[in-house]
């Protein structure tokens, strides 16, 4: 009788299937999100510019000390721009509160490639955020109204009471630290850091957006007075705004960096197409 040599077993091969990731509502209000966020971002920033400083409170007026602000400040015969955090003062001249350098140098809290329009223009820069905070909101609630009714929050969102446990929360950390991504089966599911993280994006940092951003409207404000109870003020309603969109922002890039080191053109085309690709192995038959 033959024997076997089990050490001389042909090895396993790779196999590429491509599943279906995202459906098309997913793909379409994401690339508006990504319009959007990057719109709002921008005029919001050239409305800050308009007194870039943040208080707590009701009022904020100049004679109240701000908890942060962008400033320029006369250094001699220089001007410097500051970043001021409570206490701490960092120099920040040729980005922000000073922009540019030498006969370029510009006082202004950000800079003009960043603002819309680059020009300073408090009305004009209203004027393109409400129009995508408007069109921000119609997505978002095309996006819920489908992820409630076809299940998508409930079938690749909600976490498992085991995802959620402190041993695989922890295993996973571990295992983004040291870039390692799921592999096979794994990678048809979101893992239990990205539920989460979308779901407080979803749930939290955006409608947080929303509600702070409609305080600090004097017209909003008059019809549901309760906002600037709830908020603690006008101004209040504007510093939560404010670590909202940057909180947001840092989101972004974590995602984007993650998104180029798990596989830059897999991730980009699953969400364009709606393909994604997969590596599984099997042995020669």
Not at 52 to 73: C, T
Not at 216 to 228: C, E, H, T
Not at 246 to 256: G, K, N, P, R
Request: proline share 5%; with cysteine; glycine share 8%.
């Amino acid at each position: 009788m033959a024997t076997i040599d089990y050490d001389e077993r042909p090895p396993t091969t790779p196999v590429t299937t491509f599943i279906r990731r995202h459906s098309a509502v997913t793909r379409v209000t994401h690339w508006i999100n990504v319009l959007c966020l990057s719109l709002l971002l921008m005029s919001g920033l050239q409305i800050f510019n308009a007194h870039p400083s943040l208080y707590w409170g009701q009022y904020g007026a100049d004679a109240d000390p701000s908890w942060l602000s962008i400033e320029a400040v006369e250094d001699g015969d220089a001007t410097r721009g500051v970043l001021r955090i409570g206490n701490l003062s960092i120099t920040t001249t040729g980005i922000l509160g000073v922009s540019g350098t030498g006969n370029d140098a510009a006082q202004r809290g950000f800079p003009a490639w960043i603002t819309v329009p680059s020009y300073q223009d408090l009305a004009t820069g209203r004027r393109w955020h409400f129009f995508f905070a408007w069109l921000f909101v119609i997505n978002g609630f095309v996006y819920t109204l489908y992820g409630f009714a076809l299940g998508h929050f409930r079938r690749d969102l909600a976490p498992s009471a085991e995802e959620i446990s402190p041993r695989h929360l922890k295993q996973e950390i571990a295992d983004h630290a040291r870039l390692r991504f799921p592999k096979g089966e794994k990678a048809r599911h979101y893992n239990a850091l990205q539920k989460l993280t979308y779901l407080i994006v979803i749930f939290i940092m955006l409608p947080l957006m929303l509600a702070t951003g409609l305080t600090m409207s004097p017209g909003i404000d008059a019809g549901y007075p309760f906002l600037l109870d709830l908020f603690g003020g006008r101004q209040s309603a504007r510093s939560i705004h404010f670590i909202c969109a940057w909180s947001i922002v840092v989101f972004v890039i974590v995602h984007v960096l993650m998104v180029i080191l798990s596989g830059l053109w897999n991730n980009v085309r699953s969400m364009v197409t709606g393909r994604y690709a997969i590596e599984t192995t099997r042995g020669d038959q």
